[in-house]
């Protein structure tokens, strides 16, 4: 029996995430293509609330296979060029971002590697991300700038995610709607983006 495509496993690899998957699976070709990607680990999915976690950020690559694991299945390593370590702050109520060396994900000493993501490819893939896994904080953020209760909201989704911004459309009994959410800083690499979006996302937990 072939294994299942939609079936990953993740485990750690000398402090940087490594993916078991099936040869044909989307995240195999993606490894392929050398894709970029983003690893949020840590943030419940569907849930406003913002938790700490690790952000990993580069490209996806094939690995070497891993002895005993069936031929069927493929080793996926994610190629980090920056790691970001988020951290709610419950007196502030905000999230604190801190990057940290990326030597330190490095056991093998060697160099970071120079292939950095395209910042626009990176936020594509944050959009998707977001839109897939964090409805939750979608849904809060539009109910506040709203005005309205989260179950007020019939959908919310971010249509478009650049460096100096991002945009939320939502939907709701009186129609559709749309927000530009423009960030203090236009960010400069993933890492930046990321944090400057999830802090739009999380502003509204600060409001009376």
């Known amino acids: 029996m072939s294994p299942d495509p939609a079936h990953v496993l993740l485990d750690d690899h000398d402090g940087r995430p490594r993916f078991t998957c099936s040869a044909d699976s989307p995240i195999a070709a993606a490894a392929v293509a050398r ?36 031929e069927s299945m493929q080793v996926v390593e994610l190629h980090l060029v920056s790691v970001v370590v988020e951290i709610d702050d419950p007196q502030s109520r905000s999230v604190v971002a801190r990057r940290v060396p990326i030597e330190m994900y490095r056991a093998d000493g060697e160099p970071a590697p120079a292939a950095v993501p395209d910042l626009e490819q990176a936020a594509e893939t944050m959009r998707v991300h977001t839109n897939a896994r964090h409805a939750g904080r979608l849904w809060a953020c539009a109910a506040a700038r709203a005005g309205l209760a989260n179950g007020d909201i019939i959908e919310a989704r971010l249509i478009e995610v650049a460096a100096d911004g991002a945009t939320l459309e939502w939907l709701d009994a009186e129609g559709g709607h749309a927000v530009r959410m423009r960030f203090p ?24």
């Open 185 to 208: 800083r236009a960010a400069t690499d993933g890492p930046q983006l990321a944090a400057a979006l999830r802090a739009q996302l999380c502003a509204h937990r600060g409001r009376a």
């Open 35 to 70: 894709c970029p990607a983003i690893l949020d680990v840590g943030s419940p999915p569907a849930d406003a609330r913002c938790a700490g976690s690790v952000i990993f950020v580069g490209h996806l690559a094939l690995g070497m296979p891993v002895t005993g694991a069936p």
